[in-house]
Every structure is written in C-alpha cells, then in structure tokens.
T-cell receptor
Framework: DQQVKQNSPSLSVQEGRISILNCDYT??????FLWYKKYPAEGPTFLIS?????DKNEDGRFTVFLNKSAKHLSLHIVPSQPGDSAVYFC?????????????FGAGTRLTVKP | NAGVTQTPKFRVLKTGQSMTLLCAQD?????MYWYRQDPGMGLRLIHY???????AKGEVPDGYNVSRLKKQNFLLGLESAAPSQTSVYFC????????????FGPGTRLTVL
C-alpha cells in the first residue's frame, strides 16, 4: 500500500507564478517529511524538510506547509522559474515508525513555461 | 569530491543471470541505502546499512542481497534476475539516519529480459 501519495502526476505553470505541489500520507506515525527534486538522468537531490512540530518551513523560494490533522503537506515555489522543471518527490519517515525506512510518493512532474 | 557514484550506469540481463551493482561514497557517511524506482511507484527501499559490516532489509528486499564490507562501498546483488527486477536503482548515503539529508547517486538502469 502506498502510504505517501502524490495524486497529481504532472503540473504545468507559467514562469513567475506560484507552483503548488501536494502530498498526502496515511500513516500517523510519520513525523518527518522531505521534498526531493529530480532532474532526468540524475539522482534525487534534497530540497526542503519539515518536522511534525512545525506547520511551515521556508527556504528562499520554497516553502513547505504541513497539516497534521489532514495528513497533508504541500510545497510552494514562488516565483517559479524554468530551472524548477523537474520531478518532485514527497517523502516521509518517523522515529517511531522505523527510523531507517523512508516512504516516497510517486512524484509530480513540474513544468515551468517561460 | 565525487559524492555518490554508481557502477554500471546501464545493464541488460537475461532471466536467471546474476550481477552486482556497486555504490561508492566519499563523504564518510555511516548510512547507505539501495532504492528502486518504478513508474508510478516512487522510490522503494530495498536494503540499507547503518555502518560497515551491517545490513538490514527495507520495504522490498526479496530477490536481492547486499554487503557493506567497507564503509565507503555498498553492493547490491541479484543472484537470479527476473523481469520484475527491471527498474532504475538508486544508491544513497547519509551521515545519520532518515532525518539526515540523503545524497543520491545518478542511478543504474537495469533491464531483465
């Protein structure tokens, strides 16, 4: 069963606008969440993370929001740039769940049009 | 500083053949991981290691074996390849556990005919 779900396989936005990527999880034991970015023919690279004790974490143009009651997190990119075009993976783990078993979503392909 | 490297980049096997994928990291990380990525499935953890000489099963370990004889290397073996093992394999390493940033290699694309 997929415990981390990214229901939108793709998203297309105009340069300069906001990109919002969504992620839902089912396991309430997850308490740490990450976003990874992947370009073609490369491995994923870490983008931003958030602990369950927070509801928001910001790093430059990237902000992750966590809604624990809804088991939902989102990644906001403002403003979006063509270089942001990539596949974005949401991931979740938990110290009580199994600290070494991170679960990934299927990814959302973001295309930012100039 | 090469980060995480994987060998080979591509491989085609016939059903029943065996092979070993090599992962090497030069960041002195304790933790290393092997994932597979399949369309619509995201990355799934196969095996991981929390230090030299240790290995543990992840989410999808069946059909694979691993070894961590040296801290910098993590090997993934397929003893008898099956078409279901056609996938892209990623190795990753981190200094600490899952809450530490994982650094990924570029991937190995394996096709089993």
């Amino acid at each position: 069963d997929q415990q981390v779900k990214q229901n939108s396989p793709s998203l297309s936005v105009q340069e300069g606008r906001i990109s919002i990527l969504n992620c839902d999880y089912t396991n309430s034991m997850f308490d740490y969440f990450l976003w990874y970015k992947k370009y073609p023919a490369e491995g994923p690279t870490f983008l931003i993370s958030i602990s369950s004790i927070k509801d928001k974490n910001e790093d430059g143009r990237f902000t992750v929001f966590l809604n624990k009651s809804a088991k939902h997190l989102s990644l906001h990119i403002v403003p979006s740039q063509p270089g942001d075009s990539a596949v974005y993976f949401c991931a979740a783990s938990g110290a009580d769940y199994n600290n070494n078993d991170m679960r990934f979503g299927a990814g959302t392909r973001l295309t930012v049009k100039p | 500083n090469a980060g995480v490297t994987q060998t080979p980049k591509f491989r085609v096997l016939k059903t029943g053949q065996s092979m070993t994928l090599l992962c090497a990291q030069d960041m002195n990380h304790e933790y290393m991981y092997w994932y597979r990525q399949d369309p619509g499935m995201g990355l799934r953890l196969i095996h991981y290691s929390v230090g030299e000489g240790t290995t543990a099963k992840g989410e999808v370990p069946d059909g694979y074996n691993v070894s961590r004889l040296k801290k910098q290397n993590f090997l993934l073996g397929l003893e008898s390849a099956a078409p279901s093992q056609t996938s892209v394999y990623f190795c990753a390493s981190s200094y600490g556990g899952q809450t530490d940033t994982q650094y990924f290699g570029p991937g190995t694309r394996l096709t089993v005919l």
